[in-house]
């Protein structure tokens, strides 16, 4: 059983210059506990497959499932359901500025109504799992770039979700801190969540040693076990 099933999808806009095919009769299936790298070049397609995947945005046609349910027929509360299963992180990190790093992590765990007792306990917990148990009292403004996706990170891993969905997570950081944060995936992935990362650097996928989706103006041009970036 798949835990993503995308089934034929294409997103088509309507531009002044005529349709835009941005995503072209994509189909995959990503199971429990995969590790898949998703990459192209920028404008390849590759926000448009996630936000098709948490529901932001409907294809134009196609299908795609989240543990066999339907994500586009799903009625508000499931949709909350589903984006809890999903962790989401972004280029810009997107961190509440005026909470602290254990706020901000903590915050996403109230709105899901949890007991303070939990979040006392869970949280130091998360924030130790991505090494940064001395900065939890850090406002964003005090911690480095890296040290703000390790956060985001895990404030998406809180809600316990099915799969980590990373876009473009090393965008805004230098060559070292990305190897942390991919390092920090591939551990993640380890302990037994899937993960997907988006990305356009060639020299993070060649080494990851994983599964690779290969978009290419909005079609699939490749997906290998053990792939390597290519275009
Ligand atoms: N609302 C929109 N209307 C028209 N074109 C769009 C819209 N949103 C995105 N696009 C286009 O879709 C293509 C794919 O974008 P995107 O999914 O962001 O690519 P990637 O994440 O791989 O860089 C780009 O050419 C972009 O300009
Ligand atoms: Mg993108």
């Not at 993960?195 to 290969?214: F, G, M």
Request: glycine share 6%; proline share 3%.
């Amino acid at each position: 059983m798949s835990l993503i099933h995308f089934k034929n999808v294409s997103k088509i806009y309507n531009t002044v210059v005529g349709p835009l095919t941005v995503l072209d009769n994509v189909s995959f299936e990503i199971g429990a506990g995969e590790f898949v790298s998703l990459v192209g070049k920028s404008g390849a397609g590759k926000s448009t497959l996630l936000r098709s995947l948490i529901a932001e945005l409907a294809p134009s046609k196609g299908k795609v499932f989240f543990d066999e349910k339907d994500v586009h027929k799903m009625k508000h509360r499931d949709l909350c359901l589903l984006r809890r299963r999903i962790g989401m992180i972004f280029q810009d990190f997107k961190l509440l500025p005026d909470k602290t790093a254990f706020e901000n992590v903590a915050f996403a765990m109230e709105v899901a109504g949890y007991s303070d007792k939990k979040i006392r306990e869970d949280v130091p917990e998360v924030i130790k799992l991505v090494g940064l148990s001395d900065k939890m009292a850090n406002f964003p403004v005090q911690l480095s770039a890296g040290e703000k996706q390790r956060i985001a990170i895990a404030r998406a891993l809180i809600q316990r979700p099915d799969i980590i969905v990373a876009d473009e997570p090393t965008g805004n950081l230098d060559p070292i801190n990305s190897w942390d944060i991919i390092k920090l995936l591939v551990k993640i992935n380890e302990l037994g969540t899937a993960v997907i990362l988006a990305t356009h650097v060639k020299e993070i996928i060649n080494t990851i040693d994983k599964r690779v989706i290969s978009l290419d103006k909005g079609r699939i041009i490749r997906d290998e076990e053990r792939g390597k970036y290519l275009i």
